[in-house]
């Protein structure tokens, strides 16, 4: 999960490659990006200096899709909103193919200066990320996902091109290599405007820099995982940013106790504070948080009983939650009874704990329960029809690894289809299990060591292969 800091290998483009556009001859998607450019239309093709207020770029088929989509007037359907200040074509808008023999960042970009949405995810790109795309001083999207890794990962040394954006609304450079860009935090406050900042994998040294005046009064996404921050959780400085509504925090190895921060940051709806393998975690008090939809605290080693840590989870966002995720800790306990509240529950992750007893029947009544996990735990009992009548979305079941009899009738016909079932080492024989026959829908199926002692019936070859 940890992503370590890489040493920047600067690789200069020369002049001769800055990367110029280049008409559309192909429709293939191999290694190359599409862009989709509008602007001033003379002739065939736009020249270099063109005007353009959206540009789209992808290392798929879904860009020449894209094109597809272009209505007559030529505003791409999609992104009609985005780009209502497009010059109207009356047949198509040009389509350019980048390709630099050195696959440094085409500059040519930067000099677009009414360019208001900038997507360049998914191409691999290296070198620099360069300074010049301050001068694109009327954007307010810009999407560069790198996908090289290593010592080939974009980077840039310097930020303070960020100030020059002061419309940006979205920005996203996940995977830029920015490990010696110590006043980052300081740069991004000063975009006001600023409500999505996705910057996972990349090499961020601290999170705990202070801020004496937060300009992040909109901010509703901040995505800051994989970066391995290494500090206490409490001196980070978006505690402070009550308007987030997603919060992702995961492999970062930040440590400690959550701060009373959190409890006032109410528009949250969701909290990934996944695999920090954080040793002092208790369960936090989330009962302000009415909002909260996702919830992902596994691989922290949080500890006690799983009944304390429930009763932490907000009352007033019981029909709101949607997913939890207490895996890979070191809860005991068995589960509350009142399990079945969370009713728009779609997703439960509680493996690999050591959770013991029975497991309530309440949870049959999670009707929109789709994923269930209670793997690698040490609980016993019955599993009976009853903990499956109301489970008609469910479509990924694991009860492995746990001293479970599942008990059910003959003719039993469950009220979901599944596409995985794993209940290895739980007691489901002597007879082969006949409902798993009505299961059309199954691809992965484990029931080794479940106490079966019957032939293989004929109805089992025609499963998906």
Excluded at 168 to 188: A, E, F, H, K
Excluded at 223 to 241: E, T
Excluded at 438 to 447: N, T
């Amino acid at each position: 999960m940890e992503e370590a800091a890489s040493p920047m290998k600067e690789q200069p483009c020369s002049p001769s490659s800055k990367g110029s556009p280049k008409t559309l001859t192909t429709s293939s998607a191999r290694g190359k990006a599409r862009i989709a450019a509008g602007g001033e239309a003379s002739g065939a093709a736009a020249p270099p200096a063109m005007s353009a207020s959206f540009i789209f770029a992808t290392t798929r088929t879904s860009a020449s899709m894209m094109m597809t989509t272009f209505t007559s007037t030529g505003y791409p359907a999609r992104s009609a909103v985005l780009c209502s200040s497009w010059t109207i074509w009356s047949t198509w808008t040009l389509a350019y193919q980048l390709e630099t023999p050195t696959n440094c960042f085409p500059e040519f970009l930067c000099s677009l200066k009414s360019l208001r949405y900038l997507n360049l995810s998914g191409i691999s790109f290296q070198g620099e990320l360069p300074p010049q795309l301050g001068n694109l001083s009327s954007l307010q999207y810009l999407d560069i996902l790198d996908t090289n890794f290593g010592c080939c990962r974009m980077y840039s040394k310097d930020l303070s091109w960020l100030r020059q954006l002061s419309s940006l609304r979205y920005l996203g450079i996940p995977s830029v290599n920015l490990s010696t860009v110590v006043d980052w935090v300081r740069l991004v406050n000063m975009i006001p405007s600023l409500r999505v900042l996705v910057l996972p994998h990349c090499s961020l040294a601290s999170a705990e820099q202070s801020l004496l005046h937060l300009n992040f009064t909109k901010l509703e996404e901040l995505d800051l995982s994989s970066n391995s921050f290494h500090h206490l959780v409490a001196s980070s400085w978006f505690w402070g940013v009550k308007s987030l509504k997603y919060l992702r925090l995961s492999a970062n190895h930040l440590y400690g106790k959550f701060p009373d921060g959190l409890g006032n940051m109410t528009s949250l709806e969701v909290l990934d504070f996944s695999y920090n393998s954080n040793k002092e975690l208790t369960a936090p008090n989330l009962a302000s948080l009415c909002n909260l939809e996702v919830l992902d605290l596994g691989g922290n080693s949080l500890h006690g009983d799983i009944h304390v840590v429930m009763e932490k989870l907000p009352r007033c966002a019981w029909n709101n939650l949607q997913y939890l995720g207490l895996s890979d800790n070191h809860m005991t306990g068995n589960l509350p009874n009142w399990i079945g509240n969370l009713t728009s529950l779609g997703s439960l992750d509680l493996s690999s704990n050591r959770l013991s007893g029975h497991v309530s029947s309440e949870i049959g009544a999670l009707s929109n329960l789709t994923d269930l996990d209670l793997s690698n735990n040490s609980f016993n009992g019955v599993i009976t029809e009853k903990h499956f009548e109301g489970l008609v979305s469910l479509k990924t079941i694991d009860m492995s690894y746990n001293r479970l009899n599942i008990l059910v009738g003959s003719n039993w016909l469950p009220p979901f289809q599944l596409e995985r079932a794993m209940f290895a080492f739980c007691q489901m024989g002597p007879a082969f299990p006949s409902w798993l026959q009505s299961q059309v829908d199954i691809e992965s199926l484990d029931i080794s060591s479940a106490g079966i002692k019957d032939r293989l019936p004929d109805w089992i070859w025609a499963f998906p292969q």
